[in-house]
């Protein structure tokens, strides 16, 4: 069975910083491309970071030089370090490992940034 377990979320002040870690099991990690998304109340869904299975980044505009995105292989697992994290970065958080033919998503995770 195709599990992905998300950690790291919680609640933080602004300026502060969270890892959220996508750790997979049942799957070939390596090579899946990876994207975190997040949504917030009212809005919809939206890709933060992407790393492919060379390891090639994007990121949305909103998190340029404050997120990183990376994969470790052998153990199957995505970050995302997000610092200096702002109120506008709260939502839930997703995991997603995509081939084109097979979708996967973590569960969510949430990330609330709040005096």
């Known amino acids: 069975q195709v599990q992905l377990v998300e950690s790291g979320g919680g609640l933080v002040q602004p300026g502060r910083s969270l890892r959220l870690s996508c750790a997979a099991s049942?799957?070939?990690?390596?090579?899946?491309?990876i994207g975190w998304y997040r949504q917030a109340p009212g809005k919809e869904r939206e890709l933060v970071a992407r790393i492919d299975s060379a390891g090639r980044r994007d990121y949305d505009d909103s998190v340029k030089g404050r997120f990183t995105i990376s994969r470790d292989n052998a153990k199957s697992t995505s970050y995302l370090q997000m610092n200096n994290l702002k109120p506008e970065d709260t939502a839930v958080y997703y995991c997603?490992?995509?081939?084109?033919?097979?979708?996967?998503w973590g569960q969510g995770i949430q990330v609330t940034v709040s005096s």
């Open positions: 049942g799957i070939i990690f390596s090579i899946f491309h």
């Open positions: 997603n490992l995509k081939l084109s033919s097979a979708n996967k």
